[in-house]
T-cell receptor
């Protein structure tokens, strides 16, 4: 059974810092990995999708990397802003197409 | 497309009552997922469909939960009878498969269910 772990569970940084969120998974036979953002009381917003054949994806200030062999992904956020405060969730897809989620990292960016 | 649409957004019901949650996936998506989110367990997969057929419902308590997808644009998740431990946020999501790879999953805004 796929296990997805996100470290740290919570993170507080001052505005302007670059930061890295970590995701690890136990079964490396994945189809893809997706990073989501969830604001309090809201749904999940897709940030980046990395297919198993890819090493990284970039969108604006976000960069996600994937190392399948070691079962790891990182989400890099450059020049963090208070508006980046949210919970960030990592999800992996194995055969069957359903997403397996980690518990998330709660990020607070202080002005 | 308006995205994945769920209704109702909030539902408060008494223990023992029947509850029906509804979902309209993104047009053209052939995968539909129902997830439940709680503080303790995080996001758990309850059931998912591919082309309206149930692919995996192992996460769903089948004595009280049932899920249907009568057509490509509509799905329901029914709980009967409801219990306080069913209180959670229920999310519906959809995605599509192209050339053997599935694309991004998009989530609805969720239904917050409270069973008193």
């Amino acid at each position: 059974k796929q296990e997805v772990t996100q470290i740290p569970a919570a993170l507080s940084v001052p505005e302007g810092e670059n930061l890295v969120l970590n995701c690890s998974f136990t079964d490396s036979a994945i189809y893809n990995l997706q990073w989501f953002r969830q604001d309090p009381g809201k749904g999940l917003t897709s940030l980046l999708l990395i297919q198993s054949s890819q090493r990284e994806q970039t969108s604006g200030r976000l960069n996600a990397s994937l190392d399948k062999s070691s079962g790891r992904s990182t989400l890099y956020i450059a020049a963090s802003q208070p508006g980046d405060s949210a919970t960030y969730l990592c999800a992996v897809v194995n055969s069957g197409y359903a997403l397996n989620f980690g518990k998330g990292t709660s990020l607070l960016v202080t002005p | 497309d308006a995205g994945v649409i769920q209704s109702p957004r909030h539902e408060v019901t008494e223990m023992g009552q029947e509850v029906t949650l509804r979902c309209k996936p993104i047009s053209g998506h052939d995968y539909l997922f129902w997830y439940r989110q709680t503080m303790m367990q995080g996001l758990e997969l309850l059931v998912y469909f591919n082309n309206k057929a149930v692919m995996d419902d192992s996460g769903m308590p089948k004595d009280r939960f049932s899920a249907k997808m009568p057509n490509a644009s509509f799905s329901t998740l029914k709980i009967q009878p409801s219990e306080p431990r069913d209180s959670a946020v229920y999310f519906c999501a959809s995605s599509s498969s192209m050339a053997g790879m599935n694309t991004e999953a998009f989530f609805g805004q969720g239904t917050r269910l409270t069973v008193v």
